[in-house]
């Protein structure tokens, strides 16, 4: 079973910046597609960003595009997501998961197995 421990979140002011890792252990990181997931208060857990298991392939979310990157390193495996340009409506709990397999997921449903959280909070 895969262990997955989110850092970085914190408060930091529109336009700032934040970087936050996701660090694997307990199964070979290098076998897992990644994704991060966030879940502000009374929404729905939703989809931010995905990368296969080479880093080769990413997918975002429409509203993070162009201010969010996300990228692995598997030698050390550890998942990140650079965030640039945060807006207030990106204040949420950051997840990270892993799914099995080759091919990125978009849902949660994809992933079998969740870190814990951290939160990130955007002031305006």
């Known amino acids: 079973q895969a262990q997955l421990v989110e850092s970085g979140g914190g408060l930091v002011q529109t336009g700032g910046s934040l970087r936050l890792s996701c660090a694997a252990s307990?199964?070979?990181?290098?076998?897992?597609?990644m994704g991060w997931f966030r879940q502000a208060p009374g929404k729905e857990r939703e989809f931010v960003a995905a990368?296969?298991?080479?880093?080769?392939?990413?997918y975002y979310k429409d509203s993070v595009k162009g201010r969010f990157t996300i990228s692995r390193d598997n030698a050390k495996n550890t998942l990140y997501l650079q965030m640039n340009t945060l807006k207030p409506e990106d204040t949420a709990v950051y997840y990270c998961?892993?799914?099995?397999?080759?091919?990125?997921?978009?849902?949660?449903?994809?992933?079998?197995?969740w870190g814990q959280g951290t939160q990130v909070t955007v002031s305006s």
């Open positions: 998961a892993a799914k099995p397999g080759l091919l990125i997921g978009r849902t949660s449903a994809d992933y079998d197995y």
């Open positions: 307990g199964r070979t990181f290098s076998n897992y597609a």
């Open positions: 990368i296969n298991r080479s880093g080769y392939s990413t």
